[in-house]
């Protein structure tokens, strides 16, 4: 595990390029704190750089950029290839020959032999960046699912390329502009998916990607794998499946555990952590070292819960209790750790839990994707009985329904709220003016991908567009073939919320403690034999997750196991009017608001009146209003000065980022 830059000009100030690139490494040192490496091509213009996290291979021969034995191919890699045993045997009977025992010579010689088509033999997760001398061609490569990072930067005449933007800001000829639609995104649902990140002209590549660049042109992007490939349903008895599927995790699950250095697990007392705890307790003959994060409210406390299951299987366990105090040392990294807007306050515990694991392992496993693929979120069923509440409505209808609507006022409906009393203002909104305003975006056609989009927001787009003040588009909606509503949602999530949600937070935050963090069930033969389930096994007698229940029951009582769903949910609501209120009052004052000129005062003021006016018993949609706010302000404060962020002029904002922040 490792962070990786490295750059491409094809012509002029070469020199100034190979002078940043030490920075561009160092700003990426926490990700691999065991070792750094660079590298130059002979005729320069082409240069790499590596930090390292020894996981596999402990020794020198895994140090990295890795050159091959004719010096003509040279690679990058941050990630893991747990069958990198099985493809180093196949490769040995083609011929080669290996010093070390690690995973990164393996790559290198697998896309030496076979070249991109490696990747389909891979199992595991990976950020790759190649260079072939012969041919004068980079490549970058992400893993199918976007466990790993990997951003890029094109300017027409130079490319470069990090795992996190830290590395890309290093060199001298980063430039800001904030992209509207990205931001926009952001505040719809609370992180920018790929390909966009907050940047114009920086992206990320989408995972079950390669990227490729030659000498002439601009680069192309292909995919390599994608969960929305079509796929034959499954078929035979729901007994084999299961014990089909038992036998795919027992397999991916083994693989996570190759390493030279300790591994644990983050233990949540959930479905999917208990799943691999109790898979691995029982079938790798190794203790299995597990770590849980409570609260002090037990209306969020799942850690009694964690802690049955680990004392069940016999798991050495650890626990910390987060309290607001805690949370307020943590919050002043949050753009440290997610150098791009960022709002999943849940990056917070699993930054604590992270922290903790690093005082005993090096790599921990983390179980997430296991709602994407067997239909396990909460908010699902609420959504399919609002899919089939609106395709009931007959067409003219809903044509009816979207004209009276369109007679409101333009813009967000919130603003109708204000000459009411103020104890009305906060039911009105929430039993009215917010699903309205989401109808209102959903209506005529009722489509299934924008249902969905529209159901998932934060800040609606009526709202967001009066937040910064201007059109704002939405982002690509997820249609073509033909498919169920419960199939796009789980398909939309592995998209977007999985890869650039929760990948993005379990990767940072374990990357910035030097912890290695892993993800069984993203195993791409689990994630393939889950699409190809019918939904009655996803969503079935048991419940939700139907067919990793009937796995998991073999393994835990039931009865240890059947609550409420409750996710990784923190007290902010509670924590925003406490410890954390002066944060609100410091970071969205009206004067610092109006002196960046990027969101508009008035709404600012309106959500943080909103916030304040419900009580703690608040309404989950006004609580993440305001800390997307926050959130983003403090992303603001860190990577540009406030004076110099500009009013919108077209579709960007400029801005100039101070010299101690471009260090960072």
């Known amino acids: 595990m490792c962070g990786i830059t490295g750059y491409w000009v094809r012509e002029g100030g070469q020199d100034a390029w190979l002078r940043d690139l030490p920075r561009s490494v160092h700003s990426l040192r926490q990700r691999g704190p065991d070792d750094s490496g660079t590298w130059q091509r002979n005729a320069g213009g082409v240069a790499f750089g590596q930090t390292r996290l020894s996981i596999l291979d402990l020794s020198p021969l895994g140090h990295q950029p890795m050159i091959s034995d004719d010096g003509d191919t ?82 027409g005449q130079a490319f470069w390329f990090g795992s996190e933007l ?31 990140s907050i940047y114009r002209r920086v992206f990320k590549l989408l995972p079950g990607h390669w990227l490729e660049l030659g000498e002439s042109g601009d680069p192309v992007t292909n995919s390599y794998w994608s969960p929305f490939e079509p796929r034959a349903a ?49 079938h790798t003959g190794r203790t299995v070292h597990t770590f849980t994060v409570g609260f002090t409210d037990p ?114 409906l919130q603003g109708l709220a204000d000459s009411l009393p103020a104890g009305m203002r906060h039911s009105a909104r929430r039993r009215i003016l917010d699903r309205l305003e989401k109808l209102r975006g959903v209506l005529p056609d009722a489509d299934p ?82 699409l190809r389930l019918p939904l009655a096994l996803r969503r079935g007698p048991l419940g939700t997750k139907h067919l990793l229940r009937r796995v998991l029951y073999r393994y835990v009582p039931r009865s240890m196991l059947e609550r409420p769903k409750q996710g990784f949910a923190i007290p902010m609501s509670k924590w925003l009017r406490g410890e954390l209120a002066p944060l609100l009052d410091d970071f969205l004052a009206p004067e610092r608001i109006r002196g960046a000129g990027i969101l508009d005062p008035d709404s600012v003021a309106r959500a943080l009146r909103n916030f ?9 949609l006004d609580v993440q209003k305001v800390w997307l706010l926050l959130a983003f302000e403090m992303w603001r404060e860190k990577w540009a000065r406030p004076e110099t962020a500009a009013a919108p002029a077209g579709d960007a904002w400029t801005l100039n980022p101070s010299p101690a922040a471009a260090m960072s």
């Not at 904030?178 to 952001?186: F, K, P, S, T, V």
């Open 74 to 155: 040279v690679m990058v890699f941050n990630g893991e290839i747990y069958n990198f045993a099985e493809i180093k045997s196949d490769l040995e009977r083609c011929g080669h020959r290996f010093r070390g025992s690690g995973d990164s010579e393996v790559v290198l010689a697998a896309l030496r032999q076979w070249g991109l088509a490696a990747v389909q033999r891979f199992i595991g997760m990976f950020a790759i960046a190649l260079w072939r001398e012969s041919e004068r061609r980079l490549w970058l490569i992400r893993d199918r699912l976007g466990v790993k990072p990997l951003y890029y930067a094109w300017d």
């Open 166 to 196: 830290k590395a890309l800001r290093a060199f001298g000829a980063w430039r800001e502009e904030i992209d509207r639609e990205a931001l926009g995104e952001y505040f719809q649902f609370g992180y920018i998916s790929a390909p966009r």
């Open 234 to 282: 499954l078929m035979g008895s729901e007994q084999a499946l299961e014990e089909e599927l038992e036998a795919l995790f027992i397999d991916a699950f083994r693989y996570r555990m190759v390493s030279d250095v300790p591994v644990g697990v983050f233990l949540s007392g959930g479905l999917d952590s208990s799943l691999v705890t109790a898979i691995l307790a029982r």
């Open 299 to 412: 209306r969020f406390d799942e850690s009694r819960w964690a802690r049955q299951v680990a004392d069940h299987v016999g798991a050495q366990h650890t626990e910390r209790i987060l309290d607001p105090a805690e949370m307020a040392r943590i919050l002043p990294r949050w753009a440290d750790l997610f150098d791009e807007p960022f709002g999943d306050p849940s990056g917070v515990p699993t930054f604590l839990v992270s922290r903790m694991a690093r005082e005993s392992v090096k790599v921990a496993l983390s179980a997430d994707g296991g709602d994407e693929l067997f239909s396990g979120y909460s908010h699902y069923g609420a959504m399919l009985a609002r899919e089939r509440s609106l395709r009931r409505l007959p067409g003219p209808a809903r044509h009816a329904a979207a004209r009276a609507l369109r007679w409101l006022p333009s813009g967000s």
């Open 449 to 530: 991908a924008t249902i969905y989009d529209i159901g998932l927001s934060f800040w609606a787009p009526a709202e967001r567009e009066e937040l910064l003040r201007g059109p704002v588009a939405a982002r690509p909606v997820l249609n073509g073939q033909a498919r169920s509503f419960a199939d796009h949602m789980s398909l939309s999530d592995l998209r977007h919320y999985l890869p650039d949600d929760i990948l993005t937070k379990v990767d940072r935050t374990t990357m910035a403690v030097g912890l290695e963090g892993r993800e069984p069930l993203l195993d791409h033969r689990i994630v393939e034999f889950a």
């Open 612 to 620: 304040r006016e419900g009580g703690e018993a608040n309404d989950r």
